[in-house]
T-cell receptor
């Protein structure tokens, strides 16, 4: 899990509520990522950020929002527009925001979100 | 979009045996990585092989890459119960994004 922390570990949400998942890293990495993992499946990219105050949509950005105000932090908000938010959410970071940085990503321990 | 596909989906072996997992992908890549995920945890990077490499070793891990067939294999030798986990391949073209496969679930019985 390295120097990446995610909180909370478990999160329960009622339908219609927005929730924010926290991701913090002390690795001085430029790039940060949010993935969604459903049971028995691989990871799908939600959003990523290569530099502070900039972020790009991934493959499944609808119903999610992010911000990158600080290098260390990349919170993910799951909005009420996300119709099926129950999943395991993983945050990752990578040294170097651009293509010259290493491609290896370092993952946090994850947050399991359940909609009640 | 999911690019990598792992095969088999699940693998069960005895401790001490070798485990081989395969990954196929669809487009050009700069490198391919393998990650391990213990149940309910984050992913841990295992090994990276570049597109101009054919084989790479790291401890009990051996990775091969065949860019003509767009496939890679991960061999874990002398498996241990602690190797029980899900294993994912991930491909990268420009470095800023990874595309993951669906994973292989490995169970090593002691």
């Amino acid at each position: 899990d390295g120097g990446i922390t995610q909180s909370p570990k478990y999160l329960f949400r009622k339908e219609g509520q927005n929730v924010t998942l926290s991701c913090e890293q002390n690795l001085n990495h430029d790039a940060m990522y949010w993935y969604r993992q459903d049971p028995g499946q691989g990871l799908r990219l939600i959003y990523y950020s290569q530099i502070v105050n900039d972020f790009q949509k991934g493959d499944i950005a609808e119903g999610y929002s992010v911000s990158r105000e600080k290098k260390e932090s990349f919170p993910l908000t799951v909005t009420s527009a996300q119709k099926n938010p129950t999943a395991f959410y993983l945050c990752a970071s990578r040294p170097g925001g651009g293509p010259r940085g290493t491609d290896t990503q370092y993952f946090g321990p994850g947050t399991r979100l359940t909609v009640l | 979009s999911q690019q990598g596909e792992e095969d088999p989906q699940a693998l069960s072996i005895q401790e001490g045996e070798n485990a081989t997992m395969n990954c196929s992908y669809k487009t050009s890549i700069n490198n391919l990585q393998w990650y391990r995920q213990n149940s309910g945890r984050g992913l841990v990077h295992l090994i990276l092989i570049r597109s101009n490499e054919r084989e790479k070793h790291s401890g009990r891990l051996r990775v091969t890459l065949d860019t003509s067939k767009k496939s890679s294999s991960l061999l874990i030798t002398a498996s241990r119960a602690a190797d029980t986990a899900s294993y994912f391949c991930a491909t990268s073209l420009y470095g800023n994004k990874l595309v993951f496969g669906a994973g292989t679930i490995l169970r090593v019985k002691s």
